[in-house]
Antibody, heavy 122, light 113 residues
């Protein structure tokens, strides 16, 4: 059974960098058949897919245009986890952030982390 | 981007009655080469992440009660709960995974009448 456990700070100052980590159990971040994603949810924007990463002989990242210039998704294979960095945050980035897996031969999100409320405020 | 819309915004149904939620995509999410609709439904309860309940528009995720069913093709889809139970109170979202950016509907809040 796949489980995703999120960690990271819940309060970030404007213009700084939001950082979250998602630790994976029950699957391998380097799996050729899964992609690892970040999604956020806020009252104003609803559920918004931010981006993801996957491995097929090399690592590929893909992201939403709305955050493309600010997002970085990195992988730590030794810890079997992946992370989100979103820089130059504003109060508009206040949201609950989720990591989520897309499993083999699918593109739907079949496993989710527990969510982390990140507030951008000085 | 593919825009997802849902109706109604909220719905109150009596226990044991049928609940129907509609979802529409701004363009077809049917991939003709495999005849699959790239459409999923999620259930979200307060304080929890969304939970996948239906994928490929009509396939129930493992462990999901058979009172939940999905239908539709192309741009118009429906989630039906045949006999509402108290534990079904939640917000329901549709999501297209036909192309990036993956997009979600705004949600339908389901309550007990």
């Amino acid at each position: 059974q796949v489980q995703l456990q999120q960690s990271g700070l819940g309060l970030v100052k404007p213009s700084q960098t939001l950082s979250l980590t998602c630790a994976i159990s029950g699957d391998n971040v380097s799996s050729n058949s899964a992609t690892w994603n970040w999604i956020r949810q806020s009252p104003s924007r609803g559920l918004e897919w931010l981006g993801g990463t996957y491995y097929t002989s090399e690592w590929y990242n893909y992201s939403a245009v709305s955050v493309k210039s600010r997002i970085s998704i990195n992988v730590d294979t030794s810890k079997n986890q992946f992370s989100l960095q979103l820089n130059s945050v504003t109060p508009e980035d206040t949201a609950v952030y989720y990591c989520a897996r897309v499993g083999a031969s699918s593109r739907y999100f079949d496993n989710w982390g527990q969510g982390t409320l990140v507030t951008v405020s000085s | 981007d593919i825009v997802m819309t849902q109706s109604p915004d909220s719905l109150a149904v009596s226990l044991g009655e049928r609940a129907t939620i509609n979802c529409k995509s701004s363009q077809s999410v049917l991939y003709t080469s495999n005849n699959k609709n790239y459409l999923g439904w999620y259930q979200q309860k307060p304080g929890q992440p969304p939970k996948l309940i239906i994928y490929w528009a009509s396939t129930r995720e493992s462990g999901v009660p058979d009172r939940f069913s999905g239908s539709g093709s192309g741009t118009d889809f429906t989630l039906t709960i045949s006999s509402l139970q108290a534990e079904d109170v939640a917000v329901y979202y549709c999501q297209q995974y036909y192309t990036t950016p993956y997009t979600f509907g705004p949600g339908t809040k389901l309550e007990i009448k």
